[in-house]
């Protein structure tokens, strides 16, 4: 399992897909911190936005950080091949 | 009447003016065919306006939405109720009803968004957040 890794959720409060990534972590036990980039205050959203834009090459969300590895909208097959579950 | 002086209704969702038709008069009922949006029509000092119906409310969206798909001929799919909740939350959070998937809290992503409108889902068979679907 790859829960040595931290596991870093960038999402928007009110998008279904990030809500979708976050239930499926639940589900499967997972413990992950979770940012909701359009609940930060205005610089530190600034500041968040850049680094997920720099790691990515955009502004999209869900992204999870599982080490070395991003993954970029709800995809569950990513998911469990990051995670090994 | 000649087309030159066709009267016009101004959406204030979509931010565009429609044309009136025959029938209409002042707190007729209508349906905006650019965005869906359900409006009373009365007539202000600049010309014929549209006032949002049960504004700010879920009613208000899915009337929306639900009119959208039906003057365009889309569909939803099982990701649509997720979709109306982050909605909800953008208007208590944010003041109206934009994009869940976006960060931009602007007039253009007003949902049915501007890209929407100009025909994305034709386009890549989708809206950017998945509401609006291409018919198979």
Same mark, same amino acid.
């Given at each position: 399992?790859?829960?040595?890794h ?17 239930? &499926? ?12 980039v ?9 500041e ?8 990515? =090459?955009?502004?999209? &969300?869900?992204?999870?950080?599982? =080490?070395?590895?991003?993954i970029? =909208?709800?995809d ?10 | ?6 009267? /016009? ?13 025959e ?13 869906? *949006? ?20 879920? %009613? *208000?969206? /899915? ?23 982050g ?7 944010f003041?109206?009803f934009?994009?869940?998937? /976006? ?13 929407? /409108?100009?025909?994305?889902? *034709? %386009? ?6 998945g ?6």
């Amino acid at each position: 399992m790859a829960e040595k890794h931290k596991i870093i959720v960038y999402a928007l409060s009110t998008c279904p897909y990030c809500k979708r990534t976050k239930r &499926f972590l639940d589900a499967h036990k997972v413990v992950y911190e979770h940012v909701d980039v359009d609940l930060l205050d205005d610089s530190k959203q600034d500041e968040v936005l850049d680094k997920v834009e720099k790691l990515t =090459g955009r502004k999209s &969300f869900p992204v999870v950080i599982v =080490g070395t590895e991003i993954i970029v =909208g709800h995809d569950e097959q990513k998911l469990k091949k990051a995670l090994n579950i | 009447m000649s087309s030159s002086q066709v009267e /016009r209704i101004y959406c204030p969702v979509c931010l565009a003016k429609f044309k009136f038709s025959e029938g209409w008069s002042e707190g007729s009922v209508v349906v905006c065919p650019i965005c869906g *949006e359900r409006l009373t029509i009365s007539k202000s000092a600049d010309g014929w306006v549209g006032d949002r119906i049960d504004k700010g409310t879920e %009613k *208000e969206i /899915r009337d929306r939405i639900d009119g959208f798909a039906e003057i365009r001929g889309y569909v939803f799919n099982d990701v649509k109720e997720d979709i109306v909740e982050g909605l909800m939350g953008k208007y208590k959070r944010f003041g109206d009803f934009y994009c869940p998937c /976006r960060m931009e809290h602007v007039p253009e992503y007003q949902c049915p968004c501007k890209p929407t /409108r100009g025909g994305d889902v *034709e %386009k890549n068979g989708k809206c950017h957040c998945g509401l609006f679907w291409k018919k198979a």
